[in-house]
């Protein structure tokens, strides 16, 4: 279950939300369940009370009573930092979402920044920036005069990029991961954006990376169609994605996995050239390896204003 319950406000449904938990680790749900409910009772538009109600639900069996008190859930906070949505479409036999709700992404990896590190990197075996740079310097990387850490979490790729990189920014919709990132040093501008939700850039990039950040975007066609904008021609674009059979499809590892004929699809729809796919294996998950694609792609060059495709085109 979800590690944080936020406070309802009142002081006696906190107390008894506090003494469900602990019924609930005690393995009776039932009691739990008794009890979470006279908490909302006193405290009937707590998001997070509902949330929990629903886990509480789900753990005894009745997904049908759990998915109804998910969706009082956000209906109660449509911004869903606890990721009630999430939870209520892994209910069904084919989960159809295809994407997550950004307060949830930015709650998670706020949680998540302090031990962040020794939990991919020690625990899982986490290799997806180097794969990354090595992808990089396969395609033919020289050295970028701006390059752009889209989900640049605690900085881990880009301590990789820093020596390779004139300039250096980092975007990242955690601030707590962006904190961390702070200090390492290595990024000349950090900012937090919601990277599924980016603005038009007005100076262009030489180099784009996204290491294991696509894994919580679902569908890419925003970011990517941002990524061909954002990039300069010939610029390059590299990141992972997990693998999968369907386009995308959220796992419950709340993760999403993507295809490589949505990938390929989507980068040549796109503009981008020399697409190259390698499949590896980025970390574990509960012992087992996470099938991957390291992608790197460059952006195609483009029309000068008014001109056809066909007639003139801008040199990088």
């Known amino acids: 279950m979800t590690g944080v319950l936020l406070s309802s406000g009142d002081l006696a449904a906190d107390r008894r939300a506090g003494f469900a938990e602990s019924m609930a680790h005690l393995g009776d749900l039932t009691a739990a369940i008794d009890i979470l409910?006279?908490?909302?009772?006193?405290?009937?538009?707590?998001?997070?009370?509902?949330?929990?109600?629903?886990?509480?639900?789900?753990?005894?069996?009745?997904?049908?009573?759990?998915?109804?008190?998910?969706?009082?859930?956000?209906?109660?906070?449509?911004?869903?930092?606890?990721?009630?949505?999430?939870?209520?479409?892994?209910?069904?036999?084919?989960?159809?979402?295809?994407?997550?709700?950004?307060?949830?992404?930015?709650?998670?990896?706020?949680?998540?920044?302090?031990?962040?590190?020794?939990?991919?990197?020690?625990?899982?075996?986490?290799?997806?920036?180097?794969?990354?740079?090595?992808?990089?310097?396969?395609?033919?990387?020289?050295?970028?005069?701006?390059?752009?850490?889209?989900?640049?979490?605690?900085?881990?790729?880009?301590?990789?990029?820093?020596?390779?990189?004139?300039?250096?920014?980092?975007?990242?919709?955690?601030?707590?991961?962006?904190?961390e990132a702070a200090m390492r040093g290595d990024y000349d501008l950090l900012a937090r954006y919601d990277i599924s939700a980016l603005a038009l850039e007005t100076d262009g990039y030489d180099l784009i990376v996204a290491a294991d950040v696509f894994i919580y975007i679902g569908a890419l066609e925003r970011v990517v169609s941002w990524c061909v904008d954002a990039l300069r021609p010939g610029g390059l674009l590299a990141f992972s994605v997990e693998l999968g059979d369907a386009p995308v499809r959220l796992h419950e590892t709340r993760r999403f996995t993507h295809s490589r004929a949505y990938i390929d699809g989507l980068l040549s729809d796109a503009g981008f050239t020399s697409v190259v796919m390698t499949e590896a294996v980025l970390r574990t998950d509960r012992g087992q390896p996470v099938r991957s694609l390291i992608v790197s792609a460059r952006a195609g060059m483009r029309p000068l204003e008014g001109m056809g495709k066909a007639e003139v085109m801008v040199a990088g």
């Open 37 to 179: 409910q006279q908490a909302l009772a006193l405290a009937p538009g707590w998001y997070a009370g509902w949330f929990r109600m629903g886990e509480y639900l789900h753990g005894c069996g009745d997904d049908t009573e759990a998915a109804e008190a998910w969706t009082h859930a956000v209906t109660l906070d449509p911004s869903d930092p606890l990721g009630a949505t999430i939870n209520r479409d892994l209910l069904r036999a084919v989960p159809i979402a295809e994407t997550m709700p950004a307060a949830f992404v930015e709650t998670l990896f706020d949680q998540y920044a302090p031990r962040f590190e020794t939990s991919l990197c020690e625990k899982l075996g986490y290799r997806g920036p180097a794969l990354i740079l090595q992808a990089l310097e396969d395609a033919g990387l020289e050295r970028p005069a701006r390059a752009l850490d889209l989900g640049c979490g605690t900085g881990l790729m880009g301590a990789l990029l820093r020596p390779r990189a004139d300039w250096l920014a980092g975007y990242d919709i955690s601030q707590g991961m962006l904190s």
